[in-house]
């Protein structure tokens, strides 16, 4: 058998050979990359030598690439298009790859190498990218235990593995449960507000699960639903709303709970082994923020404002509505407002956010005209999967940049969400290209029928866009350094960055016309949407900042919890965020981001980061806006490093000074 993995690809940007790629290519490779990097890192270790960077870096840089080849096709493949081979296998692959991530993490030959590295790094002539990787592996290395003695290994070693095994086990309970709680309705009637296109997808859901005659309404992963606001029958919205609610907790296979408490009493514990207070305190130690403290500071700031405008937004809607506002009340009566107080009806944008032309005219338009790049669909390459499509990335200059990959629709084999990664990783070390993928969760209409997204979709796109641009644009040496390899509470700015174009003025008109008769968004309509940009805040920045603490809850305990309701309600009382109508983005048993997505302790990074985004936004709109100059910059001084330098040194690079938290406050409505 001829294993594509095991060599490198020879297709465009060493794109993985999709075509030839069968299951029974995975286990194998695995096997093979996990042997092959630990007999590279042996390489290194077994020398008597001295250490120097060349006998002890670049080794352990150039090292992994077959485990990389195959890890990062078969993630992307069992997040967008998983399978029951997929799923079992991820769950069989979870200990391998937490013990084999040991062995090199606690490797005590190695991490002795790097740090007299580190020591003597004042003495090393090293450029500026090679001094900081020294920097960042001797952190990394250190925060993760290698300097424990061997009984306190094997003891990080257990809880690795059970960690690894749990939190892949949350992502898949809450993939099946969430498909098992679609909601199947019998008559089109019920989805009374809906507009063909969404009643259309909805029958073609229905048909996909063998419900001919019905209408199947799937779940998205936050707490709430797009069509919560367009919906006018109120126990259709409750059925929506309950069923969202009702994920991990209804007991059986797919029930969280004991997982939530087993995952935050095992980190804790591993914490404790490791010398820090908490879970929290040791992942914020390897972030910008540095601390919790830090965190509490912050989110504490915001929480009462934001609880508070949302009580009185609260108010103005039990006045519309005539009788008190429940979660799933919420969203409709909040578009019922924002359009009789500001002329402002996002279900009627719809018609105008088709979404071939939201890719095209929208959000390939504003990449070229900041950065110059190009598009061009490439139909001869294969991907994962039918709907996922290929672009060949191209500079002005004819430079090739790289391939990006988009998959737009939702799909029962794919996890909730949108989200970015990456296929290749560019690095000049290893004459590696880039390539990166999109994944988004759009309802798809029958054959024939344009794809309409929402406003929030229309931001989600842009949004991921960003992520996309930033692992396209990072040029680097070392792959350790390639593309989004930033600190997690700095991960988000690029992409909150991106938002920003979708409703600027020469962007959204190239892009925002209507799907039948092409004229462009009446300009009363694009106003009044401004005008009322901090309409609903109250609401949206409460139940993000709900879920932010409840991560931070969770993960700042220094003894086990022993009941996942009590422990949730208790957290957001203690923060004025417990208001029933305005329930948290994301309980803790369908909580992806921190119990199964990299996120535990750092779901406040999105807001942190919005620190950064917002003050961008005050330098474009200060500098001229969207031109190639003003990309450029940008591209060079903050996409481009990647992950090569401190970030926020890189923020000072292109702002001139540290941001400042005004702009944000001023966005959100928060000032006082």
């Known amino acids: 058998m001829t294993n594509p993995f095991l060599v490198p690809s020879t297709l465009p940007f060493q794109l993985p050979p999709f075509a030839e790629i069968r299951d029974e290519h995975y286990l194998p490779a695995f096997e093979a990359g996990f042997e092959e990097q630990l007999r590279e890192i042996a390489n290194i270790t077994r020398r008597r030598d001295m250490p120097t960077f060349g006998n002890t870096m670049i080794p352990l840089e150039q090292s992994?690439?077959?485990?990389?080849?195959?890890?990062?096709?078969?993630?992307?493949?069992?997040?967008?298009?998983?399978?029951?081979?997929?799923?079992?296998?991820?769950?069989?692959?979870?200990?391998?790859?937490?013990?084999?991530?040991?062995?090199?993490?606690?490797?005590?030959?190695?991490?002795?190498?790097?740090?007299?590295?580190?020591?003597?790094?004042?003495?090393?002539e090293l450029d500026a990218e090679s001094r900081y990787l020294v920097e960042r592996h001797y952190m990394e290395f250190t925060i993760a235990g290698a300097g424990l003695d061997d009984e306190a290994k094997g003891k990080l070693r257990e809880l690795n593995s059970r960690l690894s095994t749990l939190t892949t086990r949350f992502e898949k309970n809450l993939l099946a449960d969430t498909n098992d709680l679609a909601i199947a309705f019998d008559s089109a009637d019920e989805l009374d507000g809906l507009d063909p296109t969404e009643i259309a997808a909805a029958a073609e859901a229905a048909t996909e699960r063998g419900l001919d005659g019905k209408y199947l309404v799937t779940l998205v992963l936050f707490t709430g639903h797009p069509y919560l606001s367009s919906l006018t029958n109120r126990a259709v919205r409750q059925r929506i709303m309950a069923a969202s609610r009702f994920r991990g907790i209804r007991g059986g296979g797919f029930d969280n709970r004991a997982l939530v408490l087993e995952i935050s009493a095992l980190r804790a514990e591993r914490a404790t082994l490791l010398g820090f207070e908490s879970h929290a305190a040791w992942v914020t130690a390897d972030e910008t923020a540095k601390n919790p403290a830090a965190v509490a500071a912050m989110l504490g700031r915001l929480a009462p404002i934001a609880a508070r405008n949302a009580r009185q937004e609260q108010a103005d809607l039990e006045t519309v509505a005539g009788h008190p506002i429940e979660a799933h009340d919420w969203a409709f009566y909040?578009?019922?407002?924002?359009?009789?107080?500001?002329?402002?009806?996002?279900?009627?944008?719809?018609?105008?956010?088709?979404?071939?032309?939201?890719?095209?005219?929208?959000?390939?338009?504003?990449?070229?005209?900041?950065?110059?790049?190009?598009?061009?669909?490439?139909?001869?390459?294969?991907?994962?999967?039918?709907?996922?499509?290929?672009?060949?990335?191209?500079?002005?200059?004819?430079?090739?940049?790289?391939?990006?990959?988009y998959d737009l629709y939702t799909r029962d084999s794919k996890r909730g969400g949108a989200w970015m990664n990456s296929l290749v990783e560019q690095s000049t070390l290893l004459d590696t290209p880039v390539v990166v993928t999109n994944n988004l969760n759009v309802?798809?209409?029958?054959?024939?029928?344009?794809?309409?997204?929402?406003?929030?979709?229309?931001?989600?796109?842009?949004?991921?866009?960003?992520?996309?641009?930033?692992?396209?644009?990072a040029r680097v040496t070392y792959p350790k350094f390639a593309g989004t390899s930033v600190y997690r509470d700095f991960v988000e700015f690029p992409s909150q960055v991106n938002e920003m174009w979708m409703l600027w003025p020469s962007v959204l008109a190239n892009y925002a016309k209507h799907v039948e008769t092409g004229e462009p968004m009446p300009q009363q309509l694009v106003d009044n949407l401004l005008s009322a940009s901090a309409f609903n805040e109250g609401f949206k920045t409460s139940e993000y900042l709900a879920a932010a603490l409840l991560d931070q809850a969770w993960h700042c305990i220094t003894e086990p919890?022993?009941?996942?309701?009590?422990?949730?309600?208790?957290?957001?009382?203690?923060?004025?965020?417990?208001?029933?109508?305005?329930?948290?983005?994301?309980?803790?048993?369908?909580f992806a981001h921190v119990f199964s997505g990299g996120y535990d302790a750092g779901y406040y990074s999105y807001i942190w980061s919005e620190v950064l985004d917002a003050d961008t936004g005050e330098w474009f709109r200060e500098n001229g806006g969207l031109t190639r100059e003003n990309g450029q910059r940008f591209r060079e001084r903050l996409l481009g490093v990647g992950g090569s330098k401190d970030p926020l040194e890189a923020y000072r690079d292109f702002r001139g000074r540290d941001a400042v938290i005004e702009p944000l406050l001023q966005r959100r409505g928060l000032l006082d």
């Open 64 to 124: 992994g690439r077959t485990l990389n080849r195959v890890a990062t096709v078969f993630f992307t493949k069992s997040s967008a298009d998983s399978t029951d081979f997929t799923n079992e296998l991820e769950e069989k692959l979870a200990p391998l790859l937490s013990a084999h991530s040991d062995a090199i993490r606690l490797d005590a030959q190695l991490y002795w190498r790097i740090t007299t590295l580190h020591d003597q790094l004042d003495t090393l």
């Open 334 to 405: 909040s578009e019922t407002v924002r359009s009789e107080k500001y002329a402002v009806d996002t279900a009627a944008m719809r018609p105008y956010f088709e979404a071939e032309r939201v890719l095209h005219d929208g959000v390939f338009f504003a990449a070229t005209q900041l950065y110059g790049v190009t598009f061009t669909e490439r139909p001869d390459l294969v991907s994962y999967h039918p709907d996922a499509r290929i672009f060949e990335v191209v500079d002005e200059d004819g430079t090739p940049v790289g391939l990006y990959v």
């Open 443 to 473: 309802p798809k209409p029958p054959a024939g029928s344009p794809t309409l997204l929402t406003f929030d979709e229309v931001e989600t796109l842009f949004h991921e866009f960003g992520h996309a641009l930033h692992g396209l644009f």
């Open 561 to 590: 919890v022993d009941d996942v309701e009590a422990f949730e309600a208790a957290a957001l009382s203690s923060v004025g965020l417990d208001n029933p109508a305005v329930p948290t983005r994301y309980a803790s048993t369908y």
